[in-house]
């Protein structure tokens, strides 16, 4: 399991290690997945592709949903299809809940309630999402506490399992962390100083601005959501959404990078804090050093069983 925050450098890492294994990757990230959203979702090159056989890349059009469930079921094929042939597995990405899901299966908890939801639309109507945030801390502190206020779907989420079931969304995920695992992982674990990672999301950033691509992906999505309207699903994509506010003159393409740069920034802060929790220490950095790569061979080779 290579796994840290966006920009960190798991693609390399994993791609080196594939090389030195003889291993198949099967990507762990909720946006790679999507067909012809490349440039915002940092999805690994052609030459990336070439040094390693990827999984689960472009597996799902825009308009398509691809939950944590699904992602188990393509992520348990594929790799018994590696498996088959002999080959090892590294699966990459910084989708936690997915990866958390491969490891100990799904949570058990009710599906989704549209009547419920809609209860919940109606009330934040009149109390706002921060009023639905308070009514989760009367009933479940623990979800309350790790759940932003402005974060609506979590929110509506955790409401609706207490709702359905009597019981707290908390207590759930806290037994289902003590849940047997499915497989046995070794993770290598990255997560290079605040500083570095800040500038390497920077330079990201401003090269997918630079480039074109994002501009061109944005405009071809733009073009899909008015034939097929739940393609604009895309659109909460880190990039998409400020591209295409910059494409309808909303704000400039400036705006549009600060804002990108901003809100990659947030969520390379919360993946930290998921995998410090489900993958413990980093292994080491910097990546390029020498030796690590060679570290992280011997590591797995030499594990028990």
Do not use: N
């Amino acid at each position: 399991m290579v796994v840290g925050p966006t920009a960190a450098g798991k693609t390399r890492l994993a791609c080196d290690l594939a090389e030195r294994l003889g291993a198949e990757i099967i990507s762990a990230d909720s946006q790679q997945c999507y067909r012809g959203l490349d440039a915002a979702t940092a999805k690994p090159s052609l030459e990336e592709r070439a040094r390693a056989r990827h999984h689960l890349l472009d597996v799902a059009d825009p308009e398509e949903q691809l939950d944590a469930a699904a992602f188990v079921k393509l992520a348990d094929a594929a790799i018994a299809e590696v498996a088959k042939r002999g080959k090892r597995v590294i699966v990459a990405g910084g989708t936690g809940l997915w990866i958390r899901a491969l490891l100990r299966g799904l949570l058990a908890a009710p599906g989704r309630s549209d009547e419920f939801r809609a209860e919940l639309r109606r009330e934040a109507e009149i109390v706002g999402v921060a009023g639905l945030h308070e009514r989760l801390a009367r009933i479940d502190p623990g979800a309350a506490r790790a759940i932003r206020p402005s974060d609506r779907v979590r929110i509506e989420r955790a409401l609706e399992v207490h709702a359905l079931t009597g019981r707290r969304l908390s207590e759930l995920q806290q037994s289902h962390a003590f849940a047997e695992e499915r497989y046995v992982p070794l993770f290598v674990h990255l997560a290079p100083p605040r500083e570095i990672l800040w500038d390497r999301i920077a330079a990201r950033t401003r090269e997918m601005f630079r480039c074109g691509d994002l501009e061109r992906e944005t405009t071809r999505l733009v073009a899909r959501i008015a034939e097929v309207p739940p393609a604009a699903r895309a659109l909460k994509i880190i990039g998409y959404g400020e591209m295409a506010a910059a494409l309808r003159g909303t704000c400039s393409a400036e705006e549009a990078e600060e804002r990108v740069a901003a809100r990659t920034r947030r969520y390379a802060k919360r993946q930290g804090t998921w995998f410090r929790r489900d993958a413990g220490p980093p292994l080491g950095w910097p990546i390029d050093a020498p030796g690590l790569s060679d570290r992280a061979s011997r590591w797995y080779e030499g594990r028990p069983g």
